[in-house]
């Protein structure tokens, strides 16, 4: 088990009365999760990245990727061809 770093400097005279004004104790407002004021904007796993390929980086694969592989083949075409 770790011990907790207290945010307090040097504890001098109550140490209990100093660790109850850190951070560690503060008061925390409680969100409901089911009922009155639960109501949450975003999903449970609403912040997530996409894990999937959205439409736009698939396209830009294919219009980028394509091209540029149409050109590596063109390329070495014109290689043979110059080579026979």
């Known amino acids: ?32 999760k089911k009922g009155k004021g639960s109501y949450l904007r975003k999903g449970k796993h609403g912040n997530r990245g996409n894990w999937e390929a959205s439409g736009k980086k698939v396209s830009d694969f294919f219009t980028t990727g394509l091209l540029l592989l149409r050109t590596v083949i063109l390329f070495f075409q014109q290689i043979a061809d110059f080579a026979q």
């Open 1 to 32: 088990m770790s011990r907790y770093q207290h945010k307090k400097g040097q504890i001098k005279d109550n140490a209990i009365e100093a660790l109850l004004h850190d951070p560690l104790f503060r008061q925390r407002v409680e969100k409901n």
